[in-house]
């Protein structure tokens, strides 16, 4: 019984990451009460960590075995790059100022990110 309790807590623990690394979102399930462009914004920020959490494996993975990352590197920031440009348009025809606001501060956080890793 004290085993089915952990599993169940380690699978909630689960969603929970998932969720929260996907969309930015401390839930336990998506939200599915979210306007279609609501939801491509968290589309593109969860594109944007991935890519990000990609580099950062690629600059691990050197640092600790010595093995050419490059390639791998230089398409998660060539990712960052798409992601960029798809938030650019997306800021464009944002439909309300919040959505234009949460658009323009994910703009912020990539342009930060591109200057932390140079």
Known sequence: MKSLL???LMVVIALLAFNYLTTGELKLL???SMSGSESELNRLQGDFRAAARDYREAQKAVAVSGVDATDAASAALAEIDHVEQEVRQYAKKASTP???AAA??????IAQYKLDVQ
Request: net charge positive; hydrophobic share 40%; proline share 7%.
């Open 6 to 8: 952990i599993l169940a």
């Open 30 to 32: 998506p939200g599915g």
């Open 98 to 100: 919040e959505l234009k």
């Open 104 to 109: 323009n501060k994910l703009l912020k956080d």
